[in-house]
């Protein structure tokens, strides 16, 4: 497969660097049969079983394994994909084709269909890269990553110092719950590639999800001075340093974010600092900063209700606008997010 990466995000956050092919925005999805005698579309050649005993593609499929490669290389997705397909149906056993298919498919965000193209070039060549590498690949992205670590794994015993296999299994793993072990497979990927930015991102992700929140800290700081100041670095940053109780640097970090792209996530993060450091009224007008971006973004919600708890107990009790105001967002709060124990704990104590 191509080394050409594309980057991404995930839902978690996380910024992802995966093939090109994968993210290709231009193009279409194409499900391309082959007319048979009769004129119908015959099955696609990658669904059935393959040999396992390649036979060398002749003159005539190594002419149209170029020429698909071309088209695919100029983007003519459909004339390469119809062409890797010609091959296979004359020879199913030709690896190159169903590499060729493989990718296609993952352009056309369709690893459904990649998926078997992959799984049968590693069948006819398990030792070949770009197909053990290229079937981990479409398992992630089907959501089977105990099965794509299994594909990384095998790649990297065919190229162990491989930076893509290095990092996309540790983002299966990381995905799979399995934080520690993943650990050492980011720390690989920064050690092959120490001036990729999104290596260093990764790995700060997993360490803080480990706990290593100073190592954490260290991975974002060279993400930034190697991809300038990006926002979601920026706010990982910021959580990282709240979590290591540097309220003072979390602050100026986030004000600094909020410059670039204001979110309810950064005013929540300078209320919460704020709090705890007891700068009462900054806190409160943090929250309402967030909730004015996002009226429904529930842990600001709360934190107007500890805010305005906060001022009725300081008021020994006695300014009832700021009881209802914390009861009120509380309640709100919880109609959002029913989950939250803590809060139902606090309505229940202070009789909110």
């Given at each position: 497969?191509?080394?050409?990466?594309?980057?991404?995000?995930?839902?978690?956050?996380?910024?992802?660097?995966?093939?090109?092919?994968?993210?290709?925005?231009?193009?279409v999805l194409v499900t391309l049969g082959l007319a048979g005698c009769n004129g119908l579309p015959q099955p696609d050649p990658v669904t059935g079983p393959a040999p396992l005993?390649?036979?060398?593609?002749?003159?005539?499929?190594?002419?149209?394994?170029?020429?698909?490669?071309?088209?695919?290389?100029?983007?003519?997705?459909?004339?390469?994909?119809?062409?890797?397909?010609?091959?296979?149906?004359?020879?199913?056993?030709?690896?190159?084709?169903?590499?060729?298919?493989?990718?296609?498919?993952?352009?056309?965000?369709?690893?459904?269909?990649?998926?078997?193209?992959?799984r049968r070039a590693a069948r006819l060549e398990p030792r070949n890269f770009d197909a053990q590498y290229g079937h981990g690949t479409a398992l992630r992205l089907l959501g089977?990553?105990?099965?794509?670590?299994?594909?990384?794994?095998?790649?990297?015993?065919?190229r162990p110092t491989d930076f893509e296999a290095t990092r996309d299994i540790a983002l299966s793993l990381v995905e799979l719950g399995r934080t520690e072990t993943a650990l050492?497979?980011?720390?690989?990927?920064?050690?092959?590639?120490?001036?990729?930015?999104?290596?260093?991102?990764?790995?700060?992700?997993?360490?803080?999800?480990?706990?290593?929140?100073?190592?954490?800290?260290?991975?974002?700081?060279?993400?930034?001075?190697?991809?300038?100041?990006?926002?979601?670095?920026?706010?990982?940053?910021?959580?990282?340093?709240?979590?290591?109780?540097?309220?003072?640097?979390?602050?100026?970090?986030?004000?600094?974010?909020?410059?670039?792209?204001?979110?309810?996530?950064?005013?929540?993060?300078?209320?919460?600092?704020?709090?705890?450091?007891?700068?009462?009224?900054?806190?409160?007008?943090?929250?309402?900063?967030?909730?004015?971006?996002?009226?429904?973004?529930?842990?600001?919600?709360?934190?107007?209700?500890?805010?305005?708890?906060?001022?009725?107990?300081?008021?020994?009790?006695?300014?009832?606008?700021?009881?209802?105001?914390?009861?009120?967002?509380?309640?709100?709060?919880?109609?959002?997010?029913?989950?939250?124990?803590?809060?139902?704990?606090?309505?229940?104590?202070?009789?909110?």
């Amino acid at each position: 497969m191509t080394a050409t990466t594309t980057r991404h995000r995930s839902a978690s956050g996380f910024r992802l660097r995966t093939p090109a092919a994968v993210t290709a925005t231009a193009a279409v999805l194409v499900t391309l049969g082959l007319a048979g005698c009769n004129g119908l579309p015959q099955p696609d050649p990658v669904t059935g079983p393959a040999p396992l005993t390649p036979v060398a593609p002749d003159q005539t499929a190594n002419d149209r394994l170029q020429a698909a490669s071309v088209a695919e290389a100029a983007g003519d997705y459909e004339a390469a994909l119809a062409g890797f397909q010609q091959i296979l149906a004359r020879n199913p056993t030709v690896t190159e084709a169903y590499l060729g298919v493989g990718r296609i498919r993952l352009v056309q965000n369709d690893p459904a269909m990649a998926e078997p193209a992959f799984r049968r070039a590693a069948r006819l060549e398990p030792r070949n890269f770009d197909a053990q590498y290229g079937h981990g690949t479409a398992l992630r992205l089907l959501g089977r990553l105990t099965d794509a670590v299994l594909a990384f794994q095998r790649a990297l015993t065919i190229r162990p110092t491989d930076f893509e296999a290095t990092r996309d299994i540790a983002l299966s793993l990381v995905e799979l719950g399995r934080t520690e072990t993943a650990l050492s497979f980011a720390r690989r990927a920064v050690e092959l590639r120490p001036d990729d930015g999104d290596a260093r991102v990764n790995l700060g992700t997993i360490e803080s999800r480990a706990g290593n929140t100073a190592a954490a800290i260290e991975q974002f700081i060279a993400a930034i001075e190697l991809m300038g100041n990006d926002p979601r670095v920026l706010e990982n940053l910021v959580y990282a340093l709240a979590a290591e109780r540097r309220y003072e640097e979390a602050i100026n970090t986030a004000e600094q974010l909020i410059r670039i792209s204001p979110n309810p996530n950064v005013w929540e993060r300078i209320g919460w600092c704020n709090f705890k450091i007891r700068r009462y009224e900054l806190a409160r007008e943090a929250y309402e900063a967030a909730l004015a971006i996002d009226p429904e973004h529930w842990p600001s919600l709360n934190g107007l209700g500890v805010s305005a708890l906060n001022g009725w107990l300081l008021s020994e009790r006695t300014d009832d606008a700021e009881r209802k105001i914390a009861g009120d967002a509380f309640r709100q709060s919880l109609r959002l997010n029913p989950d939250q124990q803590p809060v139902i704990n606090l309505l229940i104590e202070y009789k909110l």
